[in-house]
């Protein structure tokens, strides 16, 4: 057994965290603010080969393993959670599916500007009415002629309007039930898409969540992704991918947590000492860090499992679980810690507290995890 | 064009603080890094790189660790990677440094030769030069613009109060300063190429044919007898406000003190 990164991991560990710290970080505050989509930030990954950094070269991706992946989302998280869930709907949710089940054609025009930068990815699979419940898709896609006819609409898609290329599922067959959902691809610019309403969130605020309409959307018959049927079955398996993306987002900003509040305890004086000799706050922070290491560790080990083609569906839906929850735990407390400061935009931990919330709902709330995680267990 | 890069890895601080018995640098728990001023010389030969085609080949000698510095370069674009790692190497002054440097630069072909303007641990600022002084080539320090036209470098050279222009012929070795540009990050494809596709290539002492009591500190006319951290002076004061204000403060603190 080895718990040791290899020498390009801790590479990637050095050179994104000084690119986090340097590029992203101080802008990370005014994006909460504004609300703003930081493009900039898109762009300056984009530089750095960041946007496909699990697929191969010959796909425009950066040829690099799931685990730095990983850790560069984590990283990037640390700085601006907004940020980081950008990277990983794009990476995991909109690149992975064409990777795994796009034909040569579809790689070729979509998966090399995705992985290169170029373009932004969105993953579109919660509906107003079909949301845990995902095989309740509404959205219906016919086929006339060479065309796919598609009309319904999807809520709080993640990168929805700033995005270029959407994974989009809907029903082709109602009566075959989740053996009737498929995948396609669909262009920003394909006649009868529409961006319908923004939402207004608690966290993660630079990120975009926005509605798809679909009126009689045309789709050409070649961005059907993988076969018909086959869709239900491509979200599910993206999902899997995409959670140890998010468990890596939450952890970064667990991290970011941690780190706040290590400094603060040095420096804040109560009682004319240091807050952190209070061994009250002591206790709190040792339960702190054992829960961000424990968090860490899942990730990565799901990560690893994926890398090594091994199973992780259950091991993804663990570590989303346990490093979201934990990030729900470490945050608040960072902000108690803080004290009145802490209750201000003065200090970073209230936004932490606001986005760590999300990474216990989207992708599968922790209800569905456990459900993951039980099903996969009982296999009843 | 070839172009060599001289690079150091150093500890990532500017407080170095010494080991009050061992009179050594403490160098525990403080992370690695390639010097900031040899990070722009390595994108200005990245640049010239892209801008009118080289080999960029970066050179370090250090401790086998030193290999990681080698790497970023790699992955910021570099072709080709020396560390130059032998225990006789250790303890090297700037002289015997740069005589060693020398003898590695002596195998290429090379037409202009970067250096940073100092390192970050020991400020010396030598190494450049006496390197330029041991090939016997003309050196430009304190860089901060280059231009190529031929054969010909025009070089921005910083001043205090301004600038040189300085036109010099290749070969030619220069200090980078960190006005010369702002240098790129590794591209992480870049970090997996910098592993899987390049090489780090070791070069030792009986490969450079070097004699062992020429080098190292065997090689190091500079002894060092003792080093301290010296104590901190009461610090100065800074007055801020406009000119009127400032003024006023400096009368009225002098009169304070009877100084005036
Ligand atoms: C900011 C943001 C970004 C998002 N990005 C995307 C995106 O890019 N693409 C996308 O497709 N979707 C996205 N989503 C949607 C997200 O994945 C869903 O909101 C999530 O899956 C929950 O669905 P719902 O909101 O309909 O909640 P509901 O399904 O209505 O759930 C309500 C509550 O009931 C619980 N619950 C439901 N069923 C069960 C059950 N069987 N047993 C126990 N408890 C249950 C849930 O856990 C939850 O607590 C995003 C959402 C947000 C807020």
Known sequence: MDFSLTKEQQMVRKIVREFAEKEIAPKAKEIDLTGEFPWDNVKKMAKADMMGIPYPKEYGGAGGDYISYIIAVEEISRACAATGVILSAHTSL?????????????????????????????????EPNAGTD?????????????????????IFITNGGKADVY?????????????????????????????????????????????????????????????????????????????????????????????????????????????GKFQGLQWYIAEMATKVSAARHLVYYAAWRKQNNLSYTMEAAMAKLFASETAMEVTPKAVQIFGGYGYTKDYPVERLMRDAKITEIYEGTSEVQKMVI????LKM | MNILVFIKQVPDTNEVKIDPVTKTLIREGVPSIINPDDKNALEEAIRIKEEYGAKVIVITMGPPQAETALREALAMGADEAYLLTDRVFAGADTYATAKTLSKMAKKFDYDIIFCGRQAIDGDTAQVGPQLAEQLNIPQVTYVKE?????????????????????????????????????????SIKGIFEAYREKEVKIVTAADLGVDPQEVGLK?????????????????GEIFTGNVKECVQNLVQRLVEKHVI
């Open chain 1, 374 to 377: 039980a099903s996969n267990l």
């Open chain 2, 219 to 235: 090689g190091s006319p500079t002894k060092v007898i003792s080093t301290t951290t010296p104590e901190t002076q009461r610090a």
């Open chain 1, 94 to 126: 909109a690149c992975f599916p064409i990777f795994q089940w796009g034909t040569k054609e579809q790689k070729e025009k979509y998966l090399i500007p995705l992985a290169k930068g170029e373009k932004l990815g969105a993953f579109a699979l919660t």
């Open chain 1, 134 to 154: 995902a095989a309740a898709q509404q959205t219906t896609a016919v086929l006339e002629g060479d065309h796919y006819i598609l009309n319904g609409s999807k």
């Open chain 2, 146 to 186: 280059v231009e190529i036209e031929g054969d010909t470098l025009i070089v921005k050279r910083a001043l205090e109060d301004g600038y040189e222009v300085i036109k010099v012929k290749m070969p030619v070795l220069l200090t980078a300063i960190k006005e010369l540009n702002t240098p790129r990050y590794p």
């Open chain 1, 167 to 275: 994974i989009v599922f809907a029903m082709t067959d109602k009566s075959k039930g989740t053996k009737g959902i498929s995948a396609f691809i669909i262009e920003k610019d394909f006649p009868g898409f529409y961006i319908g309403k923004v939402e207004e969130k608690m966290g993660i605020r630079g990120s975009r969540a926005a509605e798809l309409v679909f009126e009689d959307c045309v789709v050409p018959k070649e961005n059907l992704l993988g076969k018909e049927g086959e869709g239900f079955k491509i979200a599910m398996v993206t999902l899997d991918g995409g959670r140890i993306g998010i468990g890596a987002q939450a952890l970064g900003i667990a991290q970011a947590a941690l780190d706040e509040v290590t400094k603060y305890v040095k420096e804040r004086q109560q009682f004319g000492r240091p807050i």
